[in-house]
C-alpha cells in the first residue's frame, strides 16, 4: 500500500472515473432540498409550506429509493436507473413550472413524488461499485471515507450554488441546476460498464446466501440502525431550514448556504483525516460516539445571535458527522449479504431522508410560530435523540453478522477509539 491511502484506491482501474461521476450524480441531494425551500418561501411567502413541499419530495425519495435500489441488485444499475432518469428530471422539472405559475400546493406535492421517488440513491451506487472493486477491509474503509468526504464536498458547493442562484438570480434558479448537473453526472455515471457490480454479486467470489432473498431491512441490526438515522436526518432538515430563516431575520438571507457549506466543510476535514489511519476499535462504539459529540455540537446553536458565531459553530459541530455517516455505511456493510449491499446502503439513505423530510416540517412550523432559534431546538432535541439511540443500540450493533467487513475482532478496552 502506498503512503497516501487515497491515492492507493483510486489507482484501482476505473475508480477515479465513476467515483468523480458519482460527484456530480449527487450534486441534487445537497441541492434540491433547499433549492425547493428558497424557490416555494420566495414565491409563496411560507417557510411551512416550504417546507412540507421539501418533505413530499424526500419522503417521496425515501420510500422508492430502497425498492429502486434492490431492483438494481438484481437487474443491474444502468437497467434500472435510465429509465428513471427520465421521470426525475421531468418531475423536478415540472415543480419548477408549477411554483413559477403559482399552482396549487397539491400540484406541487404531485410533481415532488415524481421527481423525488424517480431519484434513486448514487450514493450507495458509488460504494457498491466501490465494494465490488475492492477486497481489503482497510482499503475499502478508506474508499468509503473517501466517498463521505465527497459527499460533504457535495454538500459545501450544493447550497451555496443554490442560495446564490436563488436569491441572486431567479428563485427557481438553485433546482433547476440541480437537475441539469446531477441528469448529466447520472448519465456519465451509468455511461461506465465496466465497473458496474454484476448482477446479483456485490463482492467478488461472494455466495450466494439465501439471507438475501429478503429484504436488507430484516437482517439483525438494521432496524435500529435504520431510527438512529432517521434521528440524524431530523437533525440536518431541521437545521437548514432554520439557517436560512437565522439568515433571513439577520438581514443577510443568500448568506445561509455559505453557513450551511461551513457545517460541511468541518464535515469534509474530519472526513479525509478519519478515513487515513485504520481504526481498531468496536465499529459500533465509534458510532456512538461520533452521534454524542454531534449532539454535543449543534447544542450551540441555540446559543448563538450573529451569522459568524453560527458559521463557527456550525465548522466545529460538522466535525463529527462524517465519521458518524462512515461508521454507519460500514455497519451496514457488517450487517447485510454482500448481494444485498445496495439495498442496505439505501435503506440507511433513506432513513435518512425521512428524517431530514421531518426535520424540514417540523423546523418549518416552529420558525413560522416562532423565530429561527425554534426551528434550532428542533435540530438539538433530535441530536440528542439520535444520541440516546445510538448508545442504546450499542449491544444489538454489537453482535456482529458473518457479513463483517473488519478482519479482525474488536481489540481490548484500551484500543483506539
Same mark, same amino acid.
Given at each position: 500500500?502506498?503512503?497516501?491511502?487515497?491515492?492507493?484506491? /483510486?489507482?484501482?482501474?476505473?475508480?477515479?472515473?465513476?467515483?468523480?461521476?458519482?460527484?456530480? !450524480?449527487?450534486?441534487?441531494?445537497?441541492?434540491?432540498?433547499?433549492?425547493?425551500?428558497?424557490?416555494?418561501?420566495?414565491?409563496?411567502?411560507?417557510?411551512?409550506?416550504?417546507?412540507?413541499?421539501?418533505?413530499?419530495? #424526500?419522503?417521496?425519495? !425515501?420510500?422508492?429509493?430502497?425498492?429502486?435500489?434492490?431492483?438494481?441488485?438484481?437487474?443491474? =444499475?444502468?437497467?434500472?436507473?435510465?429509465?428513471?432518469?427520465?421521470?426525475?428530471?421531468?418531475?423536478?422539472?415540472?415543480?419548477?413550472?408549477?411554483?413559477?405559475?403559482?399552482?396549487? %400546493?397539491?400540484? /406541487?406535492?404531485?410533481?415532488? +413524488?415524481?421527481?423525488?421517488?424517480? =431519484?434513486?440513491?448514487?450514493?450507495?451506487?458509488?460504494?457498491?461499485?466501490?465494494?465490488?472493486?475492492?477486497?481489503?477491509?482497510?482499503?475499502?474503509?478508506?474508499?468509503?471515507?473517501? %466517498?463521505?468526504?465527497?459527499?460533504?464536498?457535495?454538500?459545501?458547493?450544493?447550497?451555496?450554488?443554490?442560495?446564490?442562484?436563488?436569491?441572486?438570480?431567479?428563485?427557481?434558479?438553485?433546482?433547476?441546476? !440541480?437537475?441539469?448537473?446531477?441528469?448529466?453526472?447520472?448519465?456519465?455515471?451509468?455511461?461506465?460498464?465496466?465497473?458496474?457490480?454484476? +448482477?446479483?454479486?456485490?463482492?467478488?467470489?461472494?455466495?450466494?446466501?439465501?439471507?438475501?432473498?429478503?429484504?436488507?431491512?430484516?437482517?439483525?441490526?438494521?432496524? #435500529?440502525?435504520?431510527? +438512529?438515522?432517521?434521528?440524524?436526518?431530523?437533525?440536518?432538515?431541521?437545521?437548514?431550514?432554520?439557517?436560512?430563516?437565522?439568515?433571513?431575520?439577520?438581514?443577510?438571507?443568500?448568506?445561509?448556504?455559505?453557513?450551511?457549506?461551513?457545517?460541511?466543510?468541518?464535515?469534509?476535514?474530519?472526513?479525509?483525516?478519519?478515513?487515513?489511519?485504520?481504526?481498531?476499535?468496536?465499529?459500533?462504539?465509534?458510532?456512538?460516539?461520533?452521534?454524542?459529540?454531534?449532539?454535543?455540537?449543534?447544542?450551540?446553536? /441555540?446559543?448563538?445571535?450573529?451569522?459568524?458565531? /453560527?458559521?463557527?459553530?456550525?465548522?466545529?459541530?460538522?466535525?463529527?458527522?462524517?465519521?458518524?455517516?462512515?461508521?454507519?455505511?460500514?455497519? +451496514? =456493510?457488517?450487517?447485510?449479504?454482500?448481494? =444485498?449491499?445496495?439495498?442496505?446502503?439505501?435503506?440507511?439513505?433513506?432513513?435518512?431522508?425521512?428524517?431530514?423530510?421531518?426535520?424540514?416540517?417540523?423546523?418549518?412550523?416552529?420558525?413560522?410560530? !416562532?423565530?429561527?432559534?425554534?426551528?434550532?431546538?428542533?435540530?438539538?432535541?433530535?441530536?440528542?435523540?439520535?444520541?440516546?439511540?445510538?448508545?442504546?443500540?450499542?449491544?444489538?450493533?454489537?453482535?456482529?453478522?458473518?457479513?463483517?467487513? %473488519?478482519?479482525?475482532?474488536? %481489540?481490548?478496552?484500551?484500543?483506539?477509539?
Amino acid at each position: 500500500m502506498t503512503r497516501n491511502p487515497y491515492l492507493d484506491v /483510486l489507482s484501482t482501474p476505473g475508480s477515479v472515473r465513476f467515483s468523480a461521476a458519482g460527484l456530480v !450524480a449527487r450534486l441534487p441531494m445537497s441541492m434540491i432540498g433547499i433549492g425547493t425551500v428558497l424557490m416555494v418561501q420566495t414565491l409563496y411567502g411560507s417557510y411551512a409550506m416550504a417546507g412540507r413541499v421539501a418533505a413530499v419530495l #424526500v419522503v417521496a425519495q !425515501a420510500i422508492v429509493a430502497p425498492q429502486v435500489a434492490r431492483l438494481v441488485d438484481r437487474a443491474g =444499475q444502468r437497467r434500472v436507473m435510465l429509465p428513471l432518469l427520465v421521470l426525475t428530471t421531468v418531475g423536478l422539472l415540472g415543480l419548477v413550472v408549477a411554483a413559477v405559475l403559482g399552482a396549487p %400546493e397539491w400540484v /406541487l406535492w404531485v410533481l415532488a +413524488v415524481l421527481g423525488g421517488g424517480a =431519484q434513486g440513491s448514487y450514493g450507495s451506487m458509488v460504494r457498491a461499485r466501490w465494494s465490488y472493486q475492492l477486497k481489503d477491509p482497510r482499503r475499502l474503509h478508506t474508499a468509503y471515507s473517501l %466517498e463521505s468526504a465527497l459527499d460533504e464536498v457535495v454538500f459545501i458547493v450544493g447550497p451555496v450554488a443554490a442560495t446564490v442562484l436563488a436569491t441572486g438570480g431567479t428563485p427557481s434558479g438553485g433546482l433547476l441546476v !440541480a437537475t441539469v448537473a446531477g441528469g448529466l453526472g447520472a448519465l456519465w455515471f451509468l455511461a461506465q460498464r465496466a465497473t458496474e457490480p454484476p +448482477v446479483g454479486l456485490t463482492t467478488p467470489g461472494a455466495p450466494v446466501d439465501p439471507a438475501a432473498s429478503r429484504s436488507a431491512t430484516l437482517m439483525p441490526g438494521m432496524p #435500529v440502525l435504520a431510527v +438512529v438515522f432517521v434521528a440524524m436526518g431530523v437533525l440536518f432538515g431541521s437545521s437548514d431550514v432554520a439557517t436560512v430563516a437565522f439568515a433571513e431575520e439577520a438581514g443577510a438571507k443568500s448568506a445561509a448556504g455559505v453557513v450551511l457549506a461551513c457545517f460541511a466543510l468541518g464535515s469534509m476535514l474530519s472526513g479525509f483525516a478519519y478515513g487515513a489511519r485504520h481504526w481498531v476499535s468496536p465499529l459500533s462504539r465509534r458510532f456512538a460516539i461520533g452521534a454524542v459529540a454531534l449532539a454535543a455540537g449543534v447544542s450551540l446553536f /441555540l446559543v448563538v445571535d450573529n451569522l459568524v458565531a /453560527l458559521a463557527a459553530v456550525m465548522f466545529a459541530a460538522g466535525f463529527a458527522i462524517a465519521p458518524t455517516l462512515i461508521n454507519g455505511n460500514a455497519l +451496514v =456493510q457488517a450487517l447485510v449479504a454482500p448481494q =444485498q449491499l445496495t439495498e442496505g446502503l439505501a435503506w440507511v439513505s433513506t432513513a435518512l431522508g425521512v428524517g431530514v423530510s421531518v426535520g424540514s416540517w417540523l423546523g418549518g412550523a416552529r420558525i413560522d410560530a !416562532a423565530d429561527a432559534h425554534a426551528g434550532f431546538f428542533v435540530t438539538v432535541v433530535a441530536g440528542w435523540v439520535c444520541a440516546g439511540l445510538a448508545v442504546a443500540a450499542l449491544p444489538t450493533l454489537r453482535r456482529r453478522a458473518p457479513y463483517s467487513v %473488519e478482519p479482525a475482532p474488536p %481489540e481490548p478496552e484500551d484500543a483506539t477509539a
